[in-house]
């Protein structure tokens, strides 16, 4: 399955983790990459994790890097995924969107997230963990000309670029 920016918030559910490779088959209920298994949908469960902690089998992929957000998924340089359902899918990057470095006004801690108010924005980004001290800018992926999603932070402002996302 490909997936695009356009309908990943609709399909994907996080957490994602990477694949090396999209070259993956279904065989008798299981999910193999190459010559190790990914799933097993043989076994109750909801989630991959759950399916995986219950498999018998022991050549069993490493899943060792997990995503949880969308952000995450534009920075990797694979395109290959598997999400928490054990749906994999390719990740497509296909629009050009360009980059803006907006000055911080001010960042709100709350409980269990933090949120980011940027210049020339009115609503603040939410991000997990606020920015380390000294992080005075922020790179802003700008879709379609409007605001879209927190890319990074910065020191100083750098030049203002395009993604493909």
Do not use: C
Not at 46 to 57: I, K, V
Not at 111 to 140: K, Y
Not at 155 to 165: G, I
């Amino acid at each position: 399955m490909v997936v695009t920016y356009r309908n990943i918030r609709y399909i994907v559910e996080y957490p994602i983790f990477l694949l090396p490779s999209g070259d993956w088959e279904l065989h008798d209920g299981l999910l193999f990459l190459g010559e190790k298994i990914l799933d097993d949908k043989n076994k109750e469960g909801r989630t991959l994790g759950a399916r995986r902690m219950q498999t018998a089998h022991k050549n069993i992929l490493p899943l060792k890097k997990m995503i949880t957000s969308y952000n995450g998924v534009l920075k990797q340089g694979t395109k290959y995924f598997i999400d928490n359902v054990g749906k994999p899918f390719v990740y497509e990057k296909t629009h050009f969107a360009q980059l803006k470095y907006l000055r911080i006004k001010k960042v709100e801690k709350k409980d269990m997230a933090s949120l980011v108010w940027v210049q020339g924005h009115n609503t603040p980004f939410t991000v997990p963990r606020p920015p380390e001290v000294g992080m005075l800018w922020a790179g802003v992926l700008h879709l379609h000309g409007l605001p879209w999603v927190l890319y990074e932070y910065s020191e100083t402002k750098l030049k203002d670029s395009r993604k493909k996302v």
